[in-house]
């Protein structure tokens, strides 16, 4: 009978169940720290080809234009449309002018009327100008009594001071007549420069004020420019007349613009272009506006863009 070798104690068989799982575990984590090592360092946020990057938005001088209508009222007309390019004064929206048009014709006729009692007055003036002349001189001749002469120069005073009247209430009828074509004005809406219709929230028959917000948004025809946000660590990397490349979307084959540094703003703000929300709440930027070298109509107002700023000026 063959002897039965003896078996094991219990802590000695899981020693020996668990020693090839270590060494596994162990070249596992060996591994995992030489990759660690071989990874290159994360890229710094201006790479070396540039003095400085930072996110921007298309923008004009002055942004968007909201209009709204001078006078509260009821629309009788909307002369233009959403995507249409509109010329300076041209009209874009007229409210129901015929009370407006109403105090233009009574302020009109009281100016006639009182032009008409200014010239009736000037008839009388000349008349008793001429009598008071000729009863002077008789009564200086000795011909006519000197208090008839006396009379007839104080009627043509009076006359006089009552041509000064009417002289000052025919200013006031023109300043009223000025004043009501002025109102009538104010019923209609006209472009104050040549721009695209954005955005149009009126039509006929509405009842509208200028409390009641913009009817009409226009983007102006004006140059674009680039509002970038440019961090505080790179402030001092960046001046007025820098070259800069703006790229769409940090993507050059989407686009690709040079630009130069307008001017860099004096006031810190927040990171509103950032989208990462722990950076945005943290980071402190200032306003950086550029100018595209050559007109840009093509890009769109509020485009995200990329601005890389070129150090001495290199392309």
Request: some cysteine; hydrophobic content about 45%.
């Amino acid at each position: 009978m063959t002897p039965t070798a003896p078996r094991p104690s219990s802590p000695a068989r899981l020693a020996a169940l668990l020693r090839p799982a270590g060494c596994a575990l162990a070249a596992t984590l060996l591994l995992a720290g030489c990759s660690r090592n071989a990874e290159p360092p994360a890229a710094p946020a201006a790479a070396n080809h540039y003095a400085a990057v930072a996110r921007g938005r298309v923008d004009i001088e002055g942004g968007l234009l909201a209009l709204a209508m001078p006078r509260e009222g009821t629309l009788a007309s909307v002369a233009v449309h959403e995507g249409e390019t509109v010329k300076q004064g041209q009209l874009l929206a007229a409210l129901d002018t015929r009370p407006a048009q109403l105090a233009v014709d009574a302020a009109q006729a009281q100016l006639e009327q009182a032009q008409a009692q200014l010239k009736l007055l000037d008839i009388k003036q000349a008349a008793a100008k001429q009598r008071a002349q000729r009863l002077a001189a008789a009564a200086a001749a000795g011909a006519g009594d000197g208090q008839s002469a006396d009379d007839a120069r104080e009627a043509s005073q009076q006359l006089d001071a009552e041509r000064g009247a009417d002289q000052a209430a025919l200013a006031m009828a023109a300043q009223k007549l000025a004043e009501a074509k002025y109102e009538l004005a104010q019923r209609s809406l006209h472009a104050p420069f040549d721009a695209v219709v954005v955005h149009v929230a009126a039509q006929p028959g509405a009842s509208v004020s200028p409390t009641a917000g913009p009817l009409f948004t226009l983007l102006p025809n004006k140059p674009r420019i680039v509002r970038a946000e440019l961090n505080e660590s790179f402030i001092a990397a960046v001046q007025p007349g820098m070259r800069a490349d703006v790229v769409a979307n940090d993507d050059a084959e989407n686009g690709h613009w040079s630009a130069h540094v307008l001017r860099i703003g004096q006031v810190y703000g927040p990171a509103t272009l950032e989208n990462d929300p722990q950076i945005r709440a943290n980071a402190r930027t200032v306003e950086c506006v550029l100018a595209f070298d050559q007109p840009e109509q093509q890009l769109r107002i509020g485009q995200r863009v990329i601005v890389r700023f070129l150090p001495d000026g290199k392309r």
